[in-house]
């Protein structure tokens, strides 16, 4: 069974901490997404991977940044956490196989409350 | 840019109703269409897709048929559960790069009375 983990389910962090979100996929996939889901605007992408140390800015890239070191992880990082950062971030992942365009496979979820 | 437009909610039905979610979506090229679900408390998990203009897309009695000439991609079940609520989004691929992005509408939340 296909598996997309992410570190946490609910996090508390304050205001200026700096804070690490990690995804770890099982699926050998080329790509992966970071997301972050809030009540009446949907997903809106974050940063997205291709390859291992590649990563391009998605719709909403301000005050985050990442890292892929390994094929299988996919962290997140907030420099210096605010309010306005308070989410939910949901983790992605995709092969670049074709047939299969567009089949992403989410984690669970990391519920953020900066205070 | 690629933008997906869906119904909004929240969508209340009582059980064995018949749903539509409605779905319309702007792109360049020939994207691909997809429907994810969002069941309480998990991430997002494929329902179905289509690939190409007039494909029907189908599992668990959930359809939709990818219709180019009015650029949608309608959700439809026959008799709905208690079981189907959850929070339903659209999205389009455009699969022109190796990197698969999605473009998700704002999404539906579902909910169905017993």
């Known amino acids: 069974d296909v598996k997309v983990t992410q570190s946490s389910r609910y996090l508390v962090k304050r205001t200026g901490e700096k804070v690490f979100l990690e995804c770890v996929q099982d699926?050998?996939?080329?790509?992966m997404f970071w997301y972050r889901q809030d009540p009446g605007l949907g997903l809106r992408l974050i940063y997205f991977?291709?390859?291992?140390?590649?990563?391009e800015k998605g719709d909403i890239p301000e005050g985050y940044s990442v890292s892929r070191e390994k094929k299988e992880r996919f962290s997140l990082i907030l420099e210096s956490a605010s309010t306005n950062q308070t989410s939910m971030y949901l983790c992605a992942s995709s092969t670049a196989g074709t047939g299969d365009e567009g089949e992403q496979y989410f984690g669970p979820g990391t519920r953020l409350t900066v205070t | 840019g690629d933008s997906v437009t869906q119904m909004e909610g929240p969508v209340t039905l009582s059980e064995e109703a018949f749903l539509t979610i409605n779905c319309t979506y702007t792109?360049?090229?020939?994207?691909?269409l997809f429907w994810y679900v969002q069941y309480p408390g998990e991430g997002l998990q494929l329902l179905l897709k289509?690939?190409?203009?007039?494909d029907k897309g189908s599992n668990k009695g959930f359809e939709a048929t990818y219709r180019k000439e009015t650029t949608s991609f309608h959700l439809e079940k026959g008799s709905v559960q208690v079981s189907d609520s959850a929070v339903y989004f659209c999205?389009?691929?455009?699969?022109?790069?190796?990197?698969?992005?999605?473009?998700f509408g704002k999404g539906t939340l579902l909910t169905v009375n017993p």
């Open positions: 792109a360049t090229g020939y994207p691909s």
């Open positions: 699926m050998d996939h080329e790509n």
């Open positions: 999205a389009l691929s455009d699969s022109g790069g190796s990197n698969y992005k999605l473009t």
């Open positions: 991977s291709y390859d291992v140390k590649m990563k």
């Open positions: 289509a690939t190409k203009a007039d």
